[in-house]
């Protein structure tokens, strides 16, 4: 959308502040109340699929009923023409994603801070009966003062709200996605316990526990293996917060915390002295507090080798029936070849009669990635790729725009434009950057409001 459009009479653009697969993110002034806004615009040609429509007022009112400092408020729904909208609170600082690629793992104090405010907001949103199903730390924002935002609700739904999602389909990101999630099972508060155990690991250690050559492939890793303990990769972690998220993380659902609200104690817990470091005096009061306590390791979890074997034979059973749901998702023919992280083959996931589309959908995860990575995959599932060189503060061959754009659909035999980065930075884009440019997105804002969407 043009700089100074107004939508409904109220909301004026000011800038772009991002874009993913159903739409893009502006920074916008309510004139009406006189403040900045993060305003979520559907794209305009999804605006013709009710499915996408619905899917998006669902969205708003989701995260609409939530009211908690630490989730990003949505105010407003609308509809401006043949262009749907959402209107939100605009948070301030940058993506937790983009901290952990720029400074690498966070002291455990800072790590424990930022995931117990997580959990609280997720607490909050379970309490109103609202499961996440895509905690990541894309969708995090924190601030200087490491004040958290939990942003984009974008696949949540309301518990026992189901009419939108197919039988079977997998909704989230595969790095984070819990073992009932990589199942096709039902999908709880339990769920984005994991996946926040996940988080946690990454914030401790810098790197994911579980990686692999697909999303496949990583989804039968949280199906079948343990996370190993942080301090197994990082000297000096607390013990606390190896059991957090070795608890938070159990295969099984019901070994997970209770709730939310829980695990957020057992972080906040897990970083206060111990009885015997404050000294005898503090002894005397601290009896409750340790009954209160849980014991680890917790029976039935990793340790238990008999749990362990019989996962591992679930596991085997339950392989067949992910690879099969997954491979008719993302292969083009049965059997043929199999896309790329880059492009993702798009069925109906939200409408049973729905038939297949031809092609694949360009995500929003080739956008930072590097080109040498990327271009083998693209090339095998069958696309021509041209390349354009641009300036840019990110690293040399990381990329930063694509054409088709991210969110749009190609096929076998088209072509692809990659624009990479040059790791230069021209005078030209100096000088816009002290005088300002309308057009360009301020990255200091960080991209929470987008999801960046994982379709």
């Avoid at 709200?161 to 508060?189: C, I, K």
């Avoid at 491979?327 to 199999?338: E, S, T, V």
Wanted: no cysteine; net charge negative.
């Amino acid at each position: 959308m043009v700089t100074g459009t107004v939508l409904s009479g109220r909301y004026r653009i000011e800038e772009r502040l991002a874009v993913g697969g159903m739409g893009a993110v502006y920074v916008a002034n309510d004139e009406r109340l006189g403040r900045r806004v993060a305003l979520k615009v559907l794209k305009e040609e999804l605006a013709h699929d009710p499915r996408f429509v619905e899917r998006f007022r669902r969205e708003a009112r989701a995260a609409g009923g939530l009211s908690h400092p630490n989730v990003a408020g949505v105010y407003d729904f609308g509809e401006h023409g043949e262009r749907y909208y959402m209107v939100m609170e605009l948070a301030q600082g940058r993506d937790l994603a983009r901290t952990l690629r720029e400074q690498g793992p966070l002291s455990s104090e800072r790590a424990a801070r930022i995931a117990s405010q997580i959990a609280r907001a997720l607490a909050h949103a379970h309490a109103a009966g609202v499961v996440h199903r895509d905690v990541k730390p894309a969708n995090v924002i924190v601030d200087e003062a490491d004040r958290v935002k939990v942003t984009d609700f974008g696949i949540a739904r309301a518990a026992g709200d189901s009419t939108l999602t197919a039988t079977g389909s997998v909704l989230g990101t595969a790095h984070y996605l819990s073992p009932e999630q990589a199942g096709g099972s039902e999908v709880g508060p339990a769920s984005d316990i994991y996946s926040l155990g996940i988080v946690l690991y990454e914030m401790l250690t810098g790197s994911l526990p579980f990686t692999g050559d697909s999303a496949v492939a990583v989804a039968m890793r949280h199906i079948s293996d343990d996370v190993p303990p942080p301090s197994a990769l990082v000297a000096g972690i607390p013990s606390g917060l190896d059991d957090v998220v070795a608890r938070a993380t159990a295969k099984e659902p019901g070994a997970r915390f209770a709730g939310t609200a829980a695990m957020a104690e057992a972080i906040e817990s897990a970083m206060r002295p111990t009885a015997e470091a404050a000294g005898p005096a503090a002894m005397a009061g601290a009896e409750t507090e340790v009954m209160d306590q849980t014991v680890w390791p917790i029976p039935g979890t990793r340790w238990d080798p008999q749990r362990l074997g019989r996962m591992v034979l679930i596991g085997f059973a339950v392989l067949a029936l992910i690879a099969f749901s997954l491979l008719l998702l993302r292969l083009r023919d049965a059997g043929d070849k199999q896309p790329s992280r880059a492009t993702e083959r798009q069925p109906s996931q939200e409408v049973e009669t729905q038939e297949p589309q031809e092609g694949f959908v360009i995500l929003d995860e080739i956008i930072g990635a590097d080109y040498e990575e990327i271009l083998p995959e693209l090339e095998a599932a069958g696309l021509e790729v041209n390349t354009e060189e641009a300036d840019s503060e990110e690293p040399a061959g990381t990329i930063l725009e694509t054409d088709p754009a991210v969110g749009e659909r190609v096929a076998e035999g088209d072509t692809i434009t990659l624009v990479v980065s040059t790791g230069e930075v021209d005078e030209d884009d100096d000088e816009e950057a002290e005088h300002g440019n309308p057009d360009k997105p301020d990255k200091s804002q960080g991209k929470g409001h987008d999801k960046e969407e994982d379709d």
